[in-house]
């Protein structure tokens, strides 16, 4: 696996940089004649990204058609619920982008958590190729939150040990809000997995992280490791300023 750390000034900066690599990789899968499949994350800190999308020069400038949108996890929740990691999207970008409507694979927040996490594991592998037995995909985004979790994996939870199943049923810790998630064997078997961390309240736990690379550690983000893949940081000095 490799590992690359990268440090912006500020969320803005953070932002400028994702969305261009956004770009460039699906301009590179284009030029190839493939698509391309993305894991979006929830969470507040990827909105200034997705925002991004639809200003000068990537409004016009991207290709959406062979463009596949997907969820690391989403709240179960409706479409239009504030809760949403769908709507905060949607509201961002995807409503004002010529996407085919069938290339955005959201979560079915509405459905029974159960059923749900069954149909979507069966959409993602309808969708995408699959490799080592779970379906890869190109590029997975991740937040990360002041405990350590990442997608909706929580620190000390029995969905950290599914090594089966491509989704799971979580439960938030403090509010019992039920979500759905990748599993770490499916997220750990993408080509390119991307922490989008940023602000002050990150740095105790990013500092742990980054540097106890080989020691096992109770944050679910510590337990990201695409084997055979790239695992980024993209990080803004607030979150860095531990390291
Ligand atoms: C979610 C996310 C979650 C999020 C982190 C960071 O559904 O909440 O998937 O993992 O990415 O909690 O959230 P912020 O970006 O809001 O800090």
């Not at 509201?91 to 149909?119: C, L, Q, T, W």
């Not at 540097?211 to 944050?219: C, F, G």
């Amino acid at each position: 696996m490799k590992r690359e750390i990268y440090i912006f000034n500020d969320r803005e900066e953070l932002a400028n940089r994702l969305v261009a690599d956004f770009n460039k990789a699906i301009q590179e899968k284009a030029s190839a004649g493939e698509p391309i499949f993305f894991a979006l994350s929830g969470g507040s800190t990827p909105r200034l990204f997705f925002e991004k999308l639809t200003k000068p020069p990537y409004l016009e400038g991207i290709s959406w058609k062979d463009v596949n949108l997907f969820w690391g996890d989403e709240r179960c929740v409706p479409p239009d619920d504030s809760e949403s990691n769908y709507k905060m999207a949607n509201d961002a970008f995807i409503s004002r982008i010529d996407i085919p409507e069938e290339n955005v694979h959201r979560i079915i927040g509405e459905n029974p958590p159960e059923f749900e996490a069954y149909r979507y594991a069966d959409e993602i592998q309808n969708n995408l190729s699959s490799k080592n037995g779970f379906p890869q995909f190109d590029w997975i985004y991740l937040g990360m939150g002041t405990d350590g979790h990442t997608a909706s994996l929580f620190p000390n939870a029995p969905t950290l040990a599914e090594n089966k199943e491509i989704c799971v049923v979580a439960e938030h810790p403090q509010t019992g809000q039920k979500r759905i998630s990748l599993t770490l064997p499916v997220i750990n078997n993408a080509k390119r997995v991307s922490f989008l961390v940023a602000g002050e309240e990150k740095a105790p736990v990013l500092k742990d992280i980054l540097e106890n690379e080989s020691t096992p550690l109770p944050y679910p983000a510590s337990k990201v490791y695409p084997e055979d893949g790239v695992l980024e940081w993209y990080v803004d000095k607030a979150a860095a300023s531990g390291l």
